[in-house]
């Protein structure tokens, strides 16, 4: 590393910094030093991020380990903000001279991407103090100014880089791909959507190389989606079996021997809600980028992956209430669906304003407009089959509607097309208020004969009596009532409780008794 001692002067102050040389004196020589060089950069060792501490439980020994944990991280949070306020004060040819010759510094910062908090991460809520708190925050600012500097090729008149080069550097030392971006985007784009907004485009307007990455980006997205969705459809086999869960089909409770445990379960929807939430963030901060996923059948792929993995989730939910191994996590798995469900629906959505609703508002170009009309009565139509997805959409955003902004617009609509669609739309609605019809009185049914099956279950178990020899003697259910000690208390719970687990469609043993 190049001293900071030895800098002599520093030459060609107003060319960039890709094109500049610093003058340095070297052993009592004057030499030039290319303003980017390995020698400016210094060797570091960094601490990497963890997770903080979240809240401990009400056991005192693991409040002690959660207290040590808790110090232990404060002393690693400190120490990665002195590095990050250190990168940051280095001067403009140092700073860049790090970032392009210190590997290390990337996966440092990737540390930070990969494990610190989201804005949807239910462990927000537990983490153990304050203290702790305002630590993340104070990281959590200065990883933004690092990444804002990084994404920055002009910082004043005289620190600046040819932006042509910026972009080749960017992309040839990897300060940037496309799964970091959509990381800043996600941690930093609600506070600060503007600064990130100018973040991003500085990098995709730079370097047209990323819009090739970001295409392959949605094919694997999809394809990952794909893989989820067939994992899921193996769930359940449906030719032979009526369309029952494989654990049910020998008409026994759920149990251990399904495909998917529920940790692998869990780590399926933590993946979904990072992957949805994360592709929301970016779109929302750069909605450029909308027409890349509509190209590409985004918005199909989307209400498919709904429509086969929303109700496999729902179905292994209902499985698996009453596996005890479960309890401590089933809330927040169900959270985690919820997410799902809410960003995908908002993703979709945002696509659509993105690449057909808002273009037809802002221009009055009438062949773009019947275009993006085209595109929009096109991805309608293609979802149409996905009853699911299509029906959790509309309540969301009616169709009315959008067609009603349309028509302001003095575009003329295919009427054939938008009729059809209105139909089939309305035909869905008359099936789906059918269904919850008959929903709502098979439960009344449900929940009368509950009533009547445990009356009946209470006064067999009552009349059922045995005598001194082991033989089961039946008596009135009257003299059962008036004779001898009755079944009542404890021993009562005891044994309507060995019927519900026989009879799970009798519903939760808790509220029986």
């Known amino acids: 590393m190049i001293s900071r001692e030895s800098i002599k002067s520093n030459s060609h102050e107003n060319l960039p910094l890709d094109k500049r040389r610093v003058e340095v004196t070297k052993d009592g020589h004057l030499t030039y030093v290319p303003a980017l060089h390995a020698g400016w950069a210094e060797r570091l060792k960094y601490v990497y991020y963890e997770r903080p501490p979240l809240l401990p439980s009400v056991d005192t020994d693991i ?58 991460d239910l462990c927000l809520q537990r983490i153990t103090s304050d203290t702790v708190r305002d630590a993340q925050h104070c990281v959590h600012r200065l990883v933004f100014l690092v990444c804002l500097r990084m994404a920055t090729y002009k910082e004043s008149q005289v620190c600046y880089i040819t932006p042509s ?21 996600t941690l930093f784009g609600r506070e600060n959507k503007a600064l990130v907004e100018k973040m991003v485009t500085n990098v995709f307007s730079n370097q047209p190389k990323y819009a090739d990455d970001l295409r392959e980006a949605i094919g694997t997205i999809a394809q990952s989606l794909k893989s989820i969705e067939y994992n899921l459809k193996e769930q359940y086999d449906d030719d032979d079996n009526c369309g029952l869960p494989r654990r049910l089909m020998n008409g026994t409770l759920p149990t251990n021997s399904t495909k998917c445990s529920w940790t692998e379960l869990l780590e399926i929807l933590v993946y979904l809600v990072d992957t949805w939430t994360t592709l929301y963030s970016f779109l929302t901060v750069y909605p450029i980028a909308a027409p890349y996923f509509l190209s590409q059948g985004f918005l199909e792929r989307i209400s498919v992956f709904y429509e086969t993995a929303i109700p496999a989730f729902i179905r292994e939910f209902q499985l698996r209430k009453f596996d005890p191994d479960v309890n401590l996590t089933f809330d927040e798995a169900k959270k985690h669906l919820i997410f799902t469900r809410i960003y995908m629906l908002m ?80 035909a869905l609605w008359d099936t789906e208020n059918d269904a919850n019809r008959r929903k709502a009185r098979h439960t009344l049914i449900d929940s009368i004969n ?32 008036c004779d001898g000690p009755s079944v009542t208390g404890e021993q009562l719970q005891f044994l309507i409780s060995h019927i519900t687990d026989v009879f799970p469609e009798l519903g939760d043993r808790k509220s029986v008794v």
């Open 63 to 120: 409040k002690y380990k959660s207290d040590e944990a808790e110090r232990l991280w404060l002393q690693r949070i400190e120490l990665i903000r002195e590095d990050l306020e250190h990168l940051l004060k280095l001067p403009h040819h140092r700073f860049w001279s790090q970032m392009l010759f210190d590997e290390e510094v990337h996966d440092w910062l990737g540390s930070y991407f990969s494990f610190s908090p989201r804005s949807h």
């Open 347 to 426: 993703t979709f959505r945002l696509i659509v304003e993105t690449c057909c609703l808002q273009p037809v508002l802002e221009t009055r170009e009438c062949k773009f407009s019947e275009m993006v009309v085209e595109d929009f009565l096109h991805t309608i139509t293609a979802v149409l089959s996905e009853k699911r997805f299509l029906l959790d959409y509309l309540k969301r955003y009616p169709f009315d509607d959008d067609i009603e902004l349309l028509a302001q617009s003095n575009i003329e609509l295919d009427s054939n097309r938008v009729e059809y669609i209105i139909k089939v739309i309305a």
């Open 165 to 185: 080069k910026f972009g080749s550097i960017i992309y040839d030392y990897f300060l940037f791909d496309i799964p970091k971006l959509m990381d800043i985007c």
């Open 450 to 481: 509950e009533q009547q099956q445990l009356s009946d279950a209470t006064m067999l178990l009552d009349t059922n009596r045995f005598d001194v020899n082991g033989t089961a003697q039946t008596v009135g259910v009257f003299d059962a009532a």
